[in-house]
């Protein structure tokens, strides 16, 4: 995955890594399917699973960070920037996060809330609503950190967990898949709620991408309105596709 280095013995028949002897045959079919992910043990297994809907992970560009793919859709940005880059540039935009507690609404691979620990958060609550993505965030070595004890994992809707949490925040990272998808998490009343549980002065990060911007859409404007009708102050950032807002 680009992360680790290993020595391999190529033989005639084989490569060995490791204790896997891995014959060129296999090496071959693995080679063919470029973004895919393979699990080596026994049996080489493509890291993908039907339940509901279809997960794979997928590595758009080698020596960084693989995305997961749900039924076909990706969950990061795999075009401009790659999946850990983009997590940075959104984390970047919190002014300081040293000794933060931070909210990080849909954990997916664990990026931002990884990059939220670099930067120096001491406390992070993640929220994720779909045991297959934490299963295969457990499977991608990029995910690594998500399972340090300072992270805390709420398996969870966060629709249902927001209006129950008393826990106040110093930055909230909100990275919902797209709003034809996820409608209910660009809403107000959600909005309200991520209001609520900031701090005063506290910042909102909120991915917005840039669904219909070939039709001349500004979907990010609608996101702001509802964001200032929440009481935030606003701005968009549009190198990370992102809309800031602050409780002043
Ligand atoms: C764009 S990905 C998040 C990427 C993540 N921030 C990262 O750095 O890897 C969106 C995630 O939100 C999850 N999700 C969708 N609806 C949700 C909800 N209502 N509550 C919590 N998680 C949700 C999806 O399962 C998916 O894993």
Redesign the pocket.
Known sequence: MGLTHQPCLIQADEVVVGKLRLSWQLLKEIAERLEDVFVLGRKAERLCWFDDSFYRLVLPKWGHAPT?E?DGIR??RTVEVM?EED?MQKISLIPSLRNATVL??????????IAALKRGASKIIS????PN?LKMAAYNPWSRDLFDKRVKIVL????DFLPSCRTLFDAV?H???TFKI?G??YSLDFYRELYRVLNRGGVLVH?VGQPGVKRGVKFYKGVMERLRMAGFRTDYVSFALCVRAVKV
Do not use: Q, S
């Open positions: 997961v749900i969950m990061h999946p997590a990080d609404v849909c954990t997916g691979l664990g990026y931002t809330a929220v994720e609503k779909d993505v969870r809707d966060a629709l990272v990275d919902p898949p996820a209910d998490l991915y």
